[in-house]
């Protein structure tokens, strides 16, 4: 815990609590906004709502943005004389990268939070929709928060690596996309090779798009969280064996 609270107290005067509560409003507001432009009612209520929302943040934006706040994490260690003070604390490199992926998907769970609220205020206040955001999608919101734990150990990792910002950034761009092709593609195994893939699921859940049956169930539920402990689990051990290995830098 004392590792987790380090890693907040560096978090005051960052830019990624503008990342967090900026990228999710304007790009879910985005998702709709030629239907606020043409004036048009949605076809299918709240269905069609979270398609051009939350969907469509799900695609490539949600890992970006995940991408960016571990830059965003990792930046103070690559300045000065940090990596050199990191490796030789006595923090351990376990509790180090759970500490980094712990912060990074704690701010990815709040942007995910923001986006389903934003997307909650635009059905009832600027659409007008009967009733409440249908509660399969509330099920569907926990299981991408869930699923944005790997993708942060990630790009942890990525970050970790790369003392360059933007690079990291990139590489969740083109994996991101590429994840989406397969999925619409249909090939849902993908979901436990890719973090990208499995976050990107999460998000078409009880939508019908790509691989999705249009149903949120117990099952699918199960399959995608289980990919998402899995793929975060090998990528900590992963991420903690090279660490392990690092040296201090002149």
């Known amino acids: 815990m004392k590792a ?6 560096k ?3 960052s830019l990624s609590w503008a990342v967090v509560v900026l990228l999710p409003i304007i790009l879910v507001v985005s998702g709709s906004i030629m239907t606020l432009i043409d004036g ?15 969907v469509f943040y799900g695609l490539f934006p949600l890992a970006v943005g995940i991408a960016i706040l571990a830059s965003l994490v990792w930046r103070a260690e690559h300045r000065g004389s940090n990596w050199n003070a990191l490796m ?12 980094k992926a712990a912060v990074i998907g704690m701010l990815a769970a709040i942007m995910q939070a923001l986006a389903v609220a934003t997307t909650i205020v ?10 409440f955001l249908p509660g399969e999608y509330l099920i569907a919101a926990v299981a991408i928060i869930v699923a944005c734990f790997p993708v ?27 994840s989406a092709f397969l999925l619409v593609l249909k090939l849902t195994p993908a979901i436990f090779i890719s973090p990208y893939a499995t976050v990107s699921r999460a998000t078409q859940l009880g939508t019908s798009t790509f691989a999705d049956t249009g149903e949120v169930t117990g099952p699918v539920i199960a399959l995608i969280i289980g990919a998402a402990l ?15 290995r690092g040296d201090t830098r002149t």
């Open 4 to 9: 987790i609270g380090a890693e907040l107290i």
């Open 11 to 13: 978090l005051k005067r």
């Open 40 to 54: 048009r009612p949605l076809e299918d209520g709240w269905h069609t709502l979270w398609m051009r929302s939350i």
């Open 88 to 99: 030789s604390g006595p923090t351990s490199s376990l509790r180090i990268v759970l500490a």
């Open 122 to 131: 635009l059905g009832k206040l600027v659409f007008h929709l009967p009733g």
């Open 152 to 178: 942060a150990v990630l790009q942890s990792w990525l970050s970790m690596l790369m003392r360059s910002f933007a690079a990291p950034v990139a590489v969740a761009f083109v994996g991101a996309g590429f």
């Open 230 to 244: 899995a793929l975060s689990a090998v990528l900590t051990a992963a991420n903690t064996a090279v660490l392990e």
